[in-house]
């Protein structure tokens, strides 16, 4: 069994987006600017965010956060999303998500210019997505691939199953699995699926991203797949000083034995998030 280390990956192309950076600033280019919305204090989205502004710097880019109270009108929110679409020196920005429940997520998803819409959730973006047109591909999606791909993991011809049919992370998944290149032949699992245990059996590579802590178990599993773990629930710990821990949608205890290779939580896609958004930063700056 092969641990992928998303951490290690990310690293690596954080590495390689620096030097670029370096080489835009040498020649005469501003940095790219990344922008981060932040409403309320979620305990997950502080910590996401916090990581992204921490990368950017890594990385040579501006970073700004603008912070609003969870009683924010979705009207105040709208007109910061529309300041930062006219801002010429803001390359892409993000709305963290999840907004508080009187806020409309798609009408701000779709107030976003596409052009500065990193996150790749903008429905203009993931048309293009569909077309197999180039594009900002959302994040997490876009880091799995990346994962795969710099693990030498053999996609074509392979069965993935994915379980969960978010627009953030399984459907655009989906699409990007089966295009050209990467030629996975897809199933997208869902909590109306039935028999789902011989679903994901069949599975040469499995996605779980339902954001349910230990759904997968072993039996769910066949010998030699390769697992890739996109869940992140905090639950209740008194082994951690913060009091909560990470767990992932996977029974690792139970999966790893079986698997060939397997992403652990955390540490395994989620710095990868993070990656592909820097990534879609500098392709902003750069058109």
């Known amino acids: 069994m092969t641990l992928i280390d998303g951490k290690k990956t990310s690293s690596e192309i954080k590495a390689e987006i620096a030097e670029e950076v370096k080489n835009m600033i040498a020649s005469g ?11 309320g204090h979620d305990g997950g989205s502080e ?12 990385v040579g880019f501006v970073s700004t956060l603008i912070r609003f109270e969870d009683n924010v009108s979705e009207e105040e929110l709208l007109k910061t999303v529309d300041k ?7 390359d892409g920005f993000i709305v963290q998500l999840p907004l508080p429940k009187h806020i409309d997520e798609q009408k ?17 973006n993931l048309g293009r997505l569909v077309a197999g047109l180039d594009t ?42 089966s295009q050209k290149g990467i ?13 789902l245990k011989e679903i994901t059996k069949t599975a040469d590579i499995l996605v779980a991203a339902i954001g349910r802590p230990g759904f997968v178990t072993g039996d769910m599993v066949k010998d030699g797949v390769t697992v890739i773990d996109v869940g992140t629930t905090r639950v209740k710990s008194d082994q951690t000083k913060s009091g909560w821990k990470l767990k992932g949608d996977v029974n690792f205890e139970e ?33």
């Open 29 to 39: 280019k501003k940095a790219p600017h990344l922008v981060a919305v932040l409403v």
């Open 47 to 58: 910590t996401y965010v916090a990581h992204k502004i921490k990368s950017c710097e890594e």
């Open 84 to 90: 930062l679409n006219n801002d010429a020196d803001v």
């Open 108 to 124: 701000i998803i779709e107030a976003i210019n596409p052009n500065k819409d990193v996150d790749g959730f903008h429905p203009v």
């Open 136 to 177: 900002f591909v959302s994040a997490t999606p876009a880091g799995i691939v990346d994962l795969l791909k710099r693990y030498n993991i053999e996609t074509a011809g392979k069965h993935c199953v994915i379980i969960g049919r978010s627009n953030i992370v399984g459907r655009p998944l989906s699409i990007l699995l």
């Open 183 to 195: 030629d996975c032949t897809v199933t997208v699992c869902h909590s109306k699926s039935e028999n």
């Open 255 to 287: 999966v790893s034995p079986k698997a060939s290779f397997i992403t652990p939580v955390p540490g395994g896609v989620g710095p990868m998030t993070i990656c592909s958004l820097l990534k879609n930063t500098l392709k902003a700056a750069k058109k």
